[in-house]
């Protein structure tokens, strides 16, 4: 079975640092894209940012409202995908999903929560 | 960014109708050198993340029922359910995956009539 599954998410006070893993198994990692996707309490899927595979020279592209504070990264000896979340501010509280794109997000794990808040 | 917008927000149909949700980008999601339109459906019940229905706009992924069909092609989508059932009540968004950002719907939330 395809699966993705997300930890690391907790409550952290604003400015803070978190740093959430996605473990694959059941599909070839390496050739999957990955991409974050965030929901905040009551709203719509947003989308993080995305890391692309070895073949694509593992390009990162990130959301204006993360640029410069979340890193995606990616290690695919482990099957394992990560997100850096750097300071940290309130309105980033939200479940953070770790998808792998093929058509369309086909794979989604089951999400973290991760809760700013002093 | 391309910016995503569904209608309704919210409709209630009856068991055994059909439904059709409408959707538009702001900017053409047709990729010429393929012909494909990068634009999908993705249906989320209470605490689960968003399952994909369709994509390339009309294909229906292994597994969803040939109920649920989607259509349109540039700007403009529609998701078709038909022969609404009880398993049907959950929030649909189309997503754009032609430019990042990847951008969704706002939502559209079905429950029964």
């Known amino acids: 079975e395809e699966q993705l599954v997300e930890s690391g998410g907790d409550l952290v006070q604003p400015g803070g640092s978190l740093k959430l893993s996605c473990a694959a198994s059941?599909?070839?990692?390496?050739?999957?894209?990955i991409h974050w996707v965030r929901q905040a309490p009551g709203r719509g899927p947003e989308w993080v940012g995305r890391?692309?595979?070895?073949?694509?020279?593992?390009?990162?592209t990130y959301a204006a409202s993360v640029q410069g504070r979340f890193t995606i990264s990616r290690d695919d000896s482990k099957n394992m995908a990560y997100l850096q979340m750097n300071s940290l501010k309130i309105e980033d509280t939200a479940v953070y999903y770790c998808?792998?794109?093929?058509?369309?997000?086909?794979?989604w794990g089951q999400g973290t929560t991760v809760t700013v808040s002093s | 960014d391309i910016v995503m917008t569904q209608s309704p927000d919210s409709l209630a149909v009856s068991l055994g109708e059909r439904v059709t949700i409408s959707c538009k980008s702001s900017?053409?999601?047709?990729?010429?050198?393929?012909?494909?339109?990068?634009l999908a459906w993705y249906r989320q019940k209470p605490g689960q993340p968003p399952k994909l229905l369709i994509y390339?706009?009309?294909t229906r992924k292994s597994g969803v029922p040939d109920r649920i069909s989607g259509s349109g092609s540039g700007t403009d989508f529609t998701l078709t359910i038909s022969n609404l059932q009880a398993e049907d009540v959950a929030i649909y968004y189309c997503?754009?995956?032609?430019?990042?950002?990847?951008?969704f719907g706002q939502g559209t939330r079905l429950e029964i009539k």
């Open positions: 390339w706009a009309s």
């Open positions: 890391i692309r595979t070895r073949r694509n020279s593992y390009t990162k």
């Open positions: 059941g599909f070839t990692f390496s050739v999957s894209a």
């Open positions: 900017q053409s999601l047709l990729y010429s050198s393929n012909n494909n339109n990068y």
């Open positions: 998808t792998r794109l093929q058509y369309g997000l086909d794979v």
């Open positions: 997503q754009q995956y032609y430019s990042t950002p990847d951008t």
